[in-house]
RNA sequence: GGACUCAUAGCUCAGUUGGUUAGAGUGCCACAUUGACAUUGUGGAGGUCAGAAGUUCGACUCUUCUUGGGUCCACCA
């Protein structure tokens, strides 16, 4: 006989050691699985990657979120018999991680990177990486995840700089990857070139100028890049300016000194913007750029990498821009050429999110992809995408969602995914950071190389760009389970994943090329399913961060509060998609729960080691002796269904609800009680917390696990035991023993509540008496007498019995009970009570009536509808007529 | 400028094809507590479902508009 649990649940005796046996065990691990016997080799699989977490720190809640989501779906598979696969990995986040090593460096020794150099430096990044790679793993571990730890990859690793490589390759042979001068987004900061999506703009204050030139008015909020402006733009429908032809020229006095300018006349400009004229600088703005590239004209540099003016500034050469600024319009000024100035302009100030960098456009030569450019597929296993055809890249990332062939979760997130993908413009691959996949290409004189090896011979030298970070993320669906060109086993078996499970905030920088690459190079989806989570926020609804001192360490939490209760309050109260409100008092109330399941197993045990059963871990469905029996195990089979219902359909918060009011209302407050009452309920007892403990696994496997070494020893584990299984029952059955249960809890409710409203003390008993019509419940009541009066405190029970002075009625099922108060019955409570619940009736019998005396409704509404509706008055108004009984009595009372 | 999303009890949220006297958790109030449960139990108060119009026999649910939060996208100099 085992000894009585402790009387709480601590979770730090448990914790640790409990995750060392799910490691030692290797069932983290399929392949052990199914060569244990544990799992059939023929079943179906059930695979995710886990979304690496960046190199950069530690994690932060958000991850804990996602990594309790992705657990609750892997234990669940795996304890459906899935051959489940959950691939742990952490990504190198080039620009991120070098960001932050950058500012390490600066703030701890004054240093750039240029003082170490790329090799020096770069030894210092991964020192970095692999330090904040340890902490990130043992968070990981400390959440629970049970990832599959012999599959770890790094994103940075030689497997997947190989893929990298490859992928480039072939991308670049067929025409999909190319170099070329186009406008981007410099950061004269980090010396590097960033991606649109990278760039954030935030509105400011600033001036607006206007400035004389030639006959036209022009505005402008960037002065400084105005010297090289020849060329003067409107629209070609503005009457305006309808003497003006495209192409004519003119002389003007400008900053420094004459020019000629010449007039074009284009669709881009907003006629009622400012004066509908502008001056165009196409070497530093996206618009002029386009607009210059439209009608064939010169671009000129005016600033150079550095953020600094160039020699066509004259005067100015050398001078940084903002520097330049007020003194070019006091130039200006001078020479009679500012009309006015606006001080009240916003303007969209754009920066780099890492760093925070003030983004300065250039025209550059960069590696891109071509995502429109049309190519012949010939890996093509998915439908509507045919070999031998030609297809672009936008293209099948519109079909490859539009088809449904990818789902995704929430669906409204699809409207995003296509916003995105129909507007798709070609993705800028090179960055001039030094942390990253290099660009795998060569140069030697004019000669460019691309290949997977560096070209024979001397003299060649590799592009000293790296890729984008997602580059090689968009391939993470298969890099860790084999190469580019490479077929393997894991490949066969769990490709492609099951689901993608992230975060919606990078739908457009990961989702997309993901499916985008993976289509590419391997003509299959890289995923079934997309399932976006929301954000966790404090709880106030603001985003974490450090300024705000509003993080939520997830390790503080889970020293403090457990690891169970920290996975719950990220699981439940919350929907797809949205973002949660987390704070202390919550992850309490789920502390508090944990708690509540350890003493609900620890009564359970307790009670069945009373008797002589012995406790079973492989038990069928016993035998119900009472109507209580009947009700849990009704009740036990729906939950299997419903929550099954629900995780399959990723609603892992109604799913967490429903088992929480299971456990909490209908087994603790309800079953177990009325357990003390009847006794002799071992086998069911098992039977039940058995159930329990399987389906709250996936949410939180620490208390359970803990639980079911204390039934069945250290050498069973819960992580691998089997799902219960909904047993198909008719639902005549289940409806009437719902309904008698139904009955008893409510007479009991009710004499609970009005003990309470008498200030009855919950020691002393009182006696109920029902009238002669009881027939309908005698039987019910009867059965469960017991039961009856034990949680209602009740002293006896009279069938048939006459109202005894001084006693207060009440109506349920439609039969009057009298509930005997002698001597605390107040007349004026009771009567003002029962009028009370008369007005609370009365309206809705009137309002059913009128409802029902509606002919359109009578004619419309299903006769299902309408016959329910029946019922519910005659019940309604039978109740109604009781009242007025009891409140008559109630008059002639007070009247002697 | 184009979209998306949210608005239900003090707080956090359910409410899935339109038919409920609108629910839960938490907080609050009252009572109880050698009892599996410091972290418990029982009972109670608390909502014109943001506002307006429409569709319908019937709207928290569908449509349109308004108001107020949040988010994404976009080359307004």
Redesign the pocket.
Known sequence: MKKE??????PQQYEDAIYQRWEQSRFFNPDVCVKKGITDKNTPTFSIVLPPPNVTGTLHIGHAAMLAIEDVLIRYHRMKGDRTLWVPGTDHAAIATQEKVERLLWNEDQKTRHDLGRDVFLKRVEDFAQDSHDKIINQTKKMGSSLDWSREYYSLDEKRNLAVRKAFKKMYDAGLIYRGDRIVNWDPKMQSNVS??E???TEEKTF?YYFQYGPFV?????PE?KFGDKYV???PEDTRYAKYKHGDTFECEWINGKITATIIKDE??????????????PWH????F??ADRHGLDKEQVIDLNGNLLEIAGEFAGMNILEARPKIVEKLTQKGLVVRIDEE?V??KATNSRGGGLIEPQIMKQWWVDVKKKFVIENSQMEGIENGKEYSLQEILQHAVRSKQIEII????E??YF??VD?L?DWCLSRQIWYGHRVPAWYHGDDVYVGVEAPEGEGWQQDSDTLDTWFSAGMFSFTPLGGVDEETDDLKNYHPTSVLETG??I???WVVRMIMMTTYLRGEVPFRTVYLHGLV?D???R?MSKSLDNIIDPLDVSAKYGTDAVRLSLL??????????L?D??I?????????L???????I??VQETSYKIQKNIQLPQAHTLADQYILMKINHVVEIVTG?LE?Y?F??AG?QL??FT??EF???Y??IA?VEGNKSEILNYCLNNILKLWHPYMPFVTEAIWTEMYGEENLLMVERWPVFVETTTGEAQAIQEDFDTLQKI???I??????Y?I???KKVSLVLNEDANNIFLLLQNNIDVLKT?ARLETVEFGGKKPDGAISFVENGVEMYLNLIGVLDIEKETEHIN?EIA??E??VN??EK?LS?????????A???E??KK?LA??KE?LEKLHTQLIYLLTLRDF
């Open positions: 649990l402790p009387k709480a649940y601590e649109d999506i760039v954030v703009r607006f022009i505005g402008t909020a960037r890049t733009v409107m629209h881009a400009v907003d006629p009622e913007f400012g004066t509908g004229v502008m001056t165009i600088t703005d996206a618009t002029d386009f607009i302009y303007s969209a929430p669906e409204r997130f409207k995003q916003n995105w507007n413009l919606y905030d739908l457009t920088f926020r709880e106030q609804g985003k439940l109260g919350s929907a797809p998609g949205n973002d949660t409100k704070s008092e919550k309490g109330s789920f502390r508090n729960f944990t708690n509540k350890w003493n609900i197993s620890r009564f359970t307790g009670k629900l359909s609603q918060s109604l609800e929480r009011d909490w209302g603790a407050d309800w177990l009680e003390k009991i409710i009710k609970r509540s009005l003990r309470s409203d200030k003390e919950p020691r949680l009370k609370t009736v309206p809705y309002s059913l409802k509606n002919t359109e409704f009578v004619h419309n509404a299903p299902q509808v309408v329910q509706e519910k019940d309604a109740k």
